[in-house]
Structures are given as C-alpha cells and as structure tokens.
C-alpha cells in the first residue's frame, strides 16, 4: 500500500485502503504533493467537521468526494461502514488540523479496520504537539502529552497531580479562555517550572512566549489571547522532587500566593499535595506574614 517509489502515481494508481491524512494547522503551504494526490484520489473522506474538510478541499482546487462526518460521538458506530468501503476503494480520514488521532478521533477507526484485514497506512502532516515542542527549546526525551486537561479546577489539579513526579517534558493542548486559569494551576500543583506557550503556529499572527509557569499565568491572566493554543512545561527539577520537602512545599505556596489570597492558595496547595488544609494554611499564614513585615 505504496504510492511512494517510481514516479508519483496519478489519483487512480493509489491502492484501495484507509488513509489517515495530517492535514495543514494553519498554513496551506505545508500540504504535501502526496496529500493533495490522496484527498483527490479518495471516494470518501471522512473528517471531524466536514465543513472545515470542504474548506480545505476547495483551497486545495480539489473536487469533493463523498464527505461523511466522522468526529468522536460517530466514529466507533461508523467505523464498519468506511472500513467496509476501504476494501475496495481510497477512504481518507482527516481531522480538523494537523494529524488523525492525536487529541481527535481516530483509534476506533484504525481498530476496525485491524480487525478487518483492511489496509492502513498514513499520510504524515504537520502536528501541533511535535511543532510545539520543537518551538519550546525544552527537552523532548522524553516528553508526554496530556491532551485536553479537565476543564474544571478540581479535575484538573487532580489530573495534573497524577503526572507531577513524572521526570518528563509536559505537553498539552488548551483554549484561549483556560489558559491564565490553567497556567496558574499547573504552577500550583507542579511547581513553578519553565514553559512555553506557543499560539497560532505557522499562521499569520504565531506567538511563542517563554517564562516560568507563574510569569505566564500573570501575563495571560492580563488579558486574553486568540487562537489555538499549545503549552509545554519542562520536567522536574530535583527541588521539585519530592512534594513534601518543606522548601519544595514554601515554594509551591509562595507561587500560589503571587495571584491567590491565603485561604484559596492553601485549598489549592492542599488539593495538589494531598497534604492536610490545616497543616498548608498554617503555613500559607506564616508566609503570607514574612511578605507583609
């Protein structure tokens, strides 16, 4: 399932099977010859939102096939129908922006047509989270890559608690009004560590903004930014190490006091430790006071 050696095959040359297509995250310079040929030689796509695919397609100059939505409420149901149609004919997945499967549907897709004897492969594109990480200058070996975080403050702590002792570079995806309240958390539960937000990535008005984790929080708390967003936080330092030094636990409340009074900043130490509420505002008290003499 090869369309790569000898000369590049017309739409009709390229074999029967499912294609998982990356797909540009903003700039349509970055769409591949081989891409163009895939989309055009497909009898189905099948895409997240098919009024972006529609979009893409007419950019392109390439005619539209059968275009059937295909995002995570449908994908598992729909699965049998596009592998079974894989079998004889082109059948094109593709996300919104950037590659299938990667905080977008995808899995069950590849899943049925596994178990089907359908051939997959995949036409490689651009990735928000590869594209971020090689903008942040932080270590990518390794990294891990959390996806969406919960949108509530309680979840999430408690999902970002599950990876602060993990010695690897963070990556995640986040929206343009979470961002100051999610950059704010993770200085909270995971320290105050180097980061990176990069914004808008290969379009017009691309931002990356370097800083700890509680310098960005203040700055995105003072106004609003557009656009997608992608954060990478680099891993532990030894000081973070462990949550109950008493040095690694000051720091941890002195970052939460920068943008929270005593009472809140000691819940959200609190909830991130699993340290007892007293034992945290006890000492949130004591270091609310030295800053005040």
Do not use: W
């Not at 390439?62 to 729909?78: F, G, H, T």
């Amino acid at each position: 399932m090869t369309d790569t050696e000898g000369p590049a095959p017309g739409p009709s040359e390229i074999a029967p099977g499912l294609y998982l297509v990356g797909t540009p995250i903003g700039n349509l310079g970055d769409a591949s010859a081989r891409l163009k040929r895939v989309l055009a030689a497909a009898s189905t796509i099948a895409a997240e939102d098919t009024r972006v695919a529609r979009r893409l397609l007419s950019a392109l100059g390439i005619p539209a096939p059968k275009l059937v939505r295909c995002d995570e409420e449908v994908s598992a149901a729909l699965a049998p129908r596009l592998v079974d149609a894989a079998r004889g004919s082109v059948v094109a997945f593709v996300s919104d922006a950037g590659m299938p499967g990667i905080a977008d549907p995808g899995a069950a897709l590849v899943c049925a047509a596994d178990a089907a004897g359908v051939p997959v492969t995949c036409v490689p594109g651009p990735s928000a989270l590869a594209t971020a990480l090689a903008l942040s200058g932080l270590p990518a070996e390794p990294f891990l890559f959390l996806g969406f975080l919960p949108a509530k403050a309680g979840p999430r702590a408690r999902r970002l608690a599950e990876f602060r002792e993990v010695k690897a570079t963070l990556v995640a995806f986040e929206s343009p009004h979470r961002l100051a309240e999610t950059l704010d958390a993770m200085a909270t539960v995971l320290g105050d560590r180097p980061a990176c937000v990069v914004r808008e990535m290969t379009k017009l008005h691309e931002e990356r903004k370097t800083g700890t984790l509680g310098t960005l929080a203040a700055h995105y708390a003072a106004g609003e930014p557009r656009g997608e967003i992608v954060l990478v936080v680099g891993p532990p330092s030894e000081a973070d190490a462990d949550p109950l030094d008493p040095e690694a636990l000051d720091a941890r409340i002195e970052a939460a006091l920068k943008t929270h009074g005593v009472r809140d900043a000691a819940d959200r130490v609190a909830a991130a430790t699993g340290l007892a509420r007293r034992q945290v505002y006890a000492r949130a008290l004591e270091l609310a006071g030295k800053k005040r003499t």
